[in-house]
Structures are given as C-alpha cells and as structure tokens.
C-alpha cells in the first residue's frame, strides 16, 4: 500500500496530499506578510511606479497618457496594460495618498543593479513615518502587496491544480511544484509588492490549467469563453500575456490532431478569440490611436531608454538572470549566500538531464498521454516566454529572473519531474515524495532566513552609542563647527591590493543639522607617474550606508558608521597610505571647511589614520652590487645600484637601495642619508636625506623580514670640487640625529667610489 494511500503512516502525515497545498498556502502567506513588513516600502523593482500608475486611476484621473506630462511619476509603467491597476485602485480608492512625495526620499548613492558593491542598498531614505499603524501612502502600498500576495497564493493553487490534473497518480508532483513556487525567495519578495507580475503569472498558469482540461473532457463553447476571458484578461495584466494566444493555438491544434475534430477545435478557438479580443482588445485599439503602436511597447521604451546590444552581451547577462530568478532582493542589488546559487546551478542540471531523460523514455506515448501534452505546453510556454525575454532585452536593459515568473509553473513542475526522474521506476512515488519535501523544506528554511539575515540588514540604520570605547583611535577632527570624527577603528593596519578594508568611526553632531551631508573616505598612495597621489580607494555615501542622513542625526549622539573600502589592484607597493575622511554637499560638491584638529588647529586636509599597503610576498630583487650591511634595530642593507659612476657639477645621481627587516619589524621611523663625501676629507659633494620610498614607506611599518626598494635621487652641487669620493649611506633618528651603529663599528655604509669631474 503507498503513502499517498495511508498518510497516517508516513512521517509527516499532517503534510501528505492533498492537505499539503493547505500548507503550503498557510505558510506562503505568514512567509509573504513578513517579508511585506521587513522589506521597506519601495525597494523593490520599480515599485514606486507601479504605486503611482495605481494612484493616478485611484485619484480618479484616468488612463496615463506617455508623453502627456513631462517626467511623470509612473515613468516607463505609464504603458503597462491597466488591469492590475485598475484593481489596486478599487482597493485604494478610499485612502488619502498625496502624502507619497515626502515617502520618495532618494538615496543619491544608492548602488541600484550593482548587488556586489556594499552599501547602499536602500534607493530611498526611510523614516518613522512608514512605521506601523500605518497611515496615508505606506498603508495604500502595504494593502496593495497583501493584494500581490493573495494573487501569489492564486498562482501557488494554480500550479498545484495543474500538476494535479496532468498526474493524478503522482500527487506528491503537485505538492513539491507549489511548494518550490511557493518558497522562491524570489517569488515571495515580488508577490509582496506592487507589481503588475504578480496578476499576469496568476492568469498564465490558470490558462494552462484550462488548456489541461480540455485534453481530458469534450471542448464546448462554454469552455470557449473561458479560455477567451482568461487570455483577453492576461493580455490586459501584461504584455508577456500575450504569449498565451500561441500557446492555446498550440493547445487546440493538439487535441485536434489527438481528436481529428477540426471543424469543432476551430470553432471553440474562435470563440475563445473573439471573447478575449472583446475583454481585451480595447486597450490595443487604443495605443494604436494614442502611439500609432497596439502594444505601447515604443511608448514604454521611448521612456525607459533603448539600447542595442550583441548576442555575446546578453550571453553575458545570464548569470544575473539565473541568480535573479532564484534570489535577489532590492532593486537587483542584495545577493542572498552565493554557495546557494550554486547549488541550485547543480539542481537545475540535474533536472534539465532528468527531464531529458524521461521525454526520451516516453516518446513513444508522448503525443497520446496527459502527461506528454503537460510537457509540450510547459516546454512550450518556457519557450515562449524566453523568447519574449530575449526580445525585450534586446531592445533595453532589463535582464531579470522575474521576468520568467510567467512560465514559473511550467519551470517548477519540470524541475519537479526532472529530479524525481532520477529515481527508479519501480520507486518513483518514493522519489516525488522525498524530492518534495527535500525541496519544499529547503526552500522554506532559505525563504524564512532570508528577511532576517539578508534583507533587514542592508536597510538596518548605525548604532548608537553614549561614548567611544577605548580600542578606538581618538581623532576629534571638527568639520564647520557642525560635524565631529571622533575616532575611528581600522579592520587591520596592513591590506595588499584588492583586498578590503573596514573603517569604523564614531560621528557627533554638534548642532542641528538642516543639511544631508555626504561622506567621503579616500585612501591615498604614492605619486602615480602624473605626480599626483595615487587614489587607492574611494567611498561616497550618506552616513549609515546610506540609511542615516545627517538631517536625521539628534546633537550629542555618537553615530557609529562603518565603511569598507577596496584597495585597487593597480596600488603601487609599498606605501603607507593615508586614510582622509570627511563630510561635503553633494549637491555643490563643497566640502565643510574649516576644518580644526583635536587641538583646535585648523588644518588643509582630514588626514584620519595610516595604512601599510604591501602585497603579501615582496619582489625578489636583483641587486647590482650586494654588500649585506648590518644596522643597529635589525636592518640590513642588502645592496645598491647607481645609475652612473661619473658625475659633473649640477648633475643628479640616482642610487636605488634594498633594505631588509629583520626578525621583527624595526622600533622607529628612521631617516636614510645618502651622502657624497670626499675621499680625503672636506665638503661633500652632494646629499640627499629622507624617509624611505621617497616618505610613502617609513621603516616602522615594515614587516618581519620584508625587502624594500628604496630610491634617492642625489643632486650635485654646481660648486662641487673635482676628485674622488665616497658614496655613504645610513640611518638615523630625525628627533635626536642620533645616527644607527653598523655592526663591526661605525655608523655608516660605504658603498662606491664616484669620480666627480667638470
């Protein structure tokens, strides 16, 4: 006896079908309104759009018109068909919404589409105003994404029903194809907001579940007007709905063939053409009159931007639309754990060689069963629907995984076949059942995790604290007698190019502040071979990530903000870098001067701290003239290169040294002296004393054991006397002048004879 027969005696018999689509409905929808409340409102894709074509029609204005208003704020959705709006607008009617200008509060560095950038995630600032009881705009927006999660929870039964009704004999099917809908990360996010997906991919799969009935019971008119209802309103939901007109017609044409009625198939498809244009039509009729277009599709583009791109580029962009129908949040810019991906890569494999599989096993009774008729309309509808995917990114940018939702019953019922394909014939029950808790129960873990460990976070304002504490470094820079950098806290004091560095400081405000100032946080290297410093890494952001703006901030609080930069990979090694940090108008691009020091001083430039930029293994050298000098504090000097041995008055002579740390990186900053001395006494003929690495490299920041390349450039005095002299160098402290002892005696190398000659 199976399971499906006796679910008392499975494990889980609560959940065995048909009960598990009651589940799976329950816990959708508890799943929905969390992530409706963790998700602030208008982050996600195009959201305030599709909120503003709503408010238009719910303001008792009428159909947008594009072109009519400059810069309207339904943008590009102005030329969406109507019909998911036309509901939300019932639902809202009563609402006053004219305070969602002040809710549009955008974020000017917001990283929208860059979901590897940090930071930044949230396109507007949000307030207290969109907390709950929720009034005005935000209760309009949150009840139209309680009405998106209802048309979801429609979408999860039509997949159910439709698996169902295709394999009657395999019930646990049906049960992991919904609950796979069901628990999409994706698909909960976009069923708890407004968007006009969440009506279409609901009139998709209840069509192909009425194009499923008509392969087992007799076509009638009746069933006609039922197809022609559901096209004409899919055609009005989206344009992607459209889609489904070729797909009954290859639907119809099936059972025609299967049935050898044509006559009778073509009437019933006749009927169904003639309601769907009549439920439909009109809104085609009028973009003809309006753009000269049926589809308004020119309209949309004329709006959003067209582009032209190559096969090779939208080849390139299918990453980001297989990690984006999975799970992206934000507007494309928060990425769940990557690992997921891959392993979901894995699964689609497996599927895709299972589905493979099994048509290859029923070939033979393909075009004659149930099943075999699912599969062509599923494959089919896939197709389709990438295809128009393909079209559409074609002509603009817009490579996202949402924009398959309308084939997402067909996606999860194949994905569902393809994996329990791989279980023997004789155990396939075994297989469906395993599969789709195994299925339904990772994807419930992932969907529930990922409000709290992947969402909330990005929007999550900085702490607050009542005193720095004492691991912070004190800087107590002041900005225009408005702003105060406490201290800060580096991730470490050493990075190599391309790797991440985290920057934690402590904010005051000393005044109320009525402006939003942006931050700035560069890192600064060497001289680039220009002359200017290099910049290692740049970050502009509001405070907060972007999440706190300086208007927000209460005087006296400590704002505690973190940034992360990434060292370029193109840093020039080695060099202490120097950390500036600081607040500007990013409007006016002015930066808040004067700027004073902990001591009141005012100063050019908010230099916060240091950072040693080497790569992990310095260069081997090759060294000219190896000498293996030995100097007090463990320094060695491995050897030399001049580039000339001859020199005139006036001239300048470059001498390139290498030194080494020794067990333990060196106690002080020390100055290196390079000295041309004559060999019988008198005055030197030239001299050059600096910090090593021209100043970018002081020895108390080499590491145990590392080698540096150290260049001077020694002028020639234009009174330098001709003869012979000696090329010396050495270390000393620039505090005492106390020069570093050589090991063996003196406090000096020397390292070449230099001819000076007129």
């Not at 459209?242 to 009954?248: D, E, I, N, V, W």
């Not at 984006?324 to 689609?348: C, E, H, M, Q, R």
């Not at 994905?415 to 791989?422: F, Q």
């Not at 100063?603 to 000098?629: C, D, T």
Request: proline content about 7%; hydrophobic content about 50%; charged content about 15%.
């Amino acid at each position: 006896m199976s399971a499906e027969e006796h679910p008392e005696r499975h494990i889980f018999p609560w959940l065995a079908p048909p009960r598990c689509v009651a589940v799976i409905l329950v816990a959708y929808l508890a799943l929905s309104l969390i992530y409706n409340i963790v998700v602030p409102i208008f982050e996600a894709p195009d959201e305030p759009q599709h909120f503003m074509f709503v408010k238009h029609l719910a303001d008792g204005k009428g159909l947008p018109v594009q072109g009519e208003a400059a810069n309207s704020a339904w943008a590009q959705e102005g030329s969406q068909p109507p019909l998911y709006y036309l509901a939300g607008a019932l639902l809202i009617s009563s609402i006053d919404t004219d305070d969602v200008d002040a809710l549009l509060w955008v974020n000017p560095h917001a990283n929208m589409g860059v979901p590897l950038k940090l930071g930044n995630k949230n396109i507007y600032i949000h307030t207290s105003r969109e907390a709950f009881p929720y009034r005005g705009a935000v209760l309009a927006v949150h009840l139209l994404r309680l009405f998106s999660a209802l048309l979801g929870a429609g979408t999860i039964l039509g997949v159910w029903a439709t698996m169902h009704l295709a394999w009657p004999d395999r019930p646990w099917l049906a049960c992991g194809a919904a609950a796979l809908t069901a628990f999409m990360p994706q698909f909960l996010f976009i069923t708890a907001a407004v968007n006009n997906d969440n009506l279409v991919m609901c009139l998709c799969i209840w069509t192909i579940y009425l194009l499923m009935r008509l392969w087992g019971q007799p076509l009638t008119w009746r069933g006609g007007v039922a197809l022609g209802a559901l096209l004409g309103a899919a055609s009005l939901a989206k344009l992607s709905g459209l889609g489904l007109f070729p797909l009954a017609a290859l639907a119809l044409g099936l059972v025609a063939w299967r049935d050898g009625a044509w006559r009778r198939v073509a009437g019933t498809g006749l009927v169904a053409l003639a309601v769907a244009l009549l439920v439909g039509g009109w809104w085609y009729a009028r973009n003809w009159a309006l753009y000269g277009d049926p589809t308004g599709l020119n309209a949309m583009l004329d709006v959003f931007g067209r582009r032209v791109v190559t096969l090779s580029s939208l080849v390139g962009e299918a990453e980001g639309l297989r990690i984006s129908y999975w799970a992206i949040f934000g507007w494309f810019n928060i990425l769940s754990a990557p690992i997921l991906y891959k392993v979901l890569d894995a699964l689609t494999l497996l599927a895709m060689v299972g589905i493979g599989a099994w048509l290859w096993r029923t070939r033979q009774s393909l075009l004659r069963s149930a099943t075999g008729y699912w599969a062509l309309l599923s494959i089919a509808w896939c197709v389709v629907i990438l295809a128009a995917l393909v079209r559409w990114t074609g002509m603009t940018s817009g490579t996202q995984g949402r924009l398959l939702f309308p084939a997402i019953g067909a996606i999860s019922g194949l994905i569902m076949v393809g994996l329990s394909a791989w279980w023997p014939r004789t155990r396939q029950r075994d297989g469906d059942r395993w599969v789709s808790l195994a299925l339904g129960g990772g994807f419930f873990l992932w969907a529930l995790l990922s409000p709290f460990l992947t969402i909330a976070p990005a929007y999550a304002r900085p702490p607050i604290t009542s005193a720095v504490p004492p691991s912070a470094q004190a800087v107590n820079i002041t900005y225009s007698d408005a702003l105060q950098l406490l201290a800060y806290e580096l991730s470490q004091r050493s990075a190599s190019p391309g790797e991440q560095v985290s920057v934690k400081t402590y904010w005051r405000a000393l005044k109320p502040l009525t402006a939003d100032y942006s931050i700035y946080v560069h890192l600064f290297g060497r001289e680039g071979p220009e002359g200017e410093p290099q910049r290692l890494a740049q970050l502009d952001t509001y405070p907060g990530n972007g999440t706190y703006p300086t208007s927000l901030w209460q005087p006296g609080e400590i704002v505690v903000d973190r940034y992360t930069l990434s060292v370029s990979p193109a840093a020039i090694t080695p060099t202490l870098a120097r950390l500036e940090i600081g607040p500007y108008d990013f409007a006016t691009k002015a930066t808040l001067a004067p700027i004073r020091d902990g001591e009141g001083r005012t100063i050019l430039s908010p230099r916060v701290a240091a950072l040693r930029i080497a790569v992990p293994r310095a260069p081997r050298y090759e060294i000219a003239h190896p000498v293996g000098v030995a100097f007090d504090d463990g320094i060695t000097l491995l050897g030399y290169d001049v580039d000339k041995e001859a020199v005139r008055p006036g001239d300048e002579m470059r001498v390139t040294l290498y030194w080494q740390a020794g067990q333990r990186p060196p106690r002080k900053s020390y100055t290196v002296f390079v000295h041309l001395v004559p060999a019988t006494g008198g005055e030197m003929a030239g001299q050059h004393d600096g910090l090593p690495v021209n100043g970018h490299y002081p020895t108390d920041v080499w590491a145990a054991g590392e080698a540096v390349e150290d260049v001077h450039v020694v002028p020639i005095r234009v009174d330098a006397r001709p003869g012979d002299y000696r090329l010396i160098v050495g270390l000393y402290d620039l505090a005492t002048g106390v020069r570093l002892p050589v090991a063996g005696g003196g406090d000096h190398a020397v390292l070449a004879q230099i001819k000076v000659s007129w």
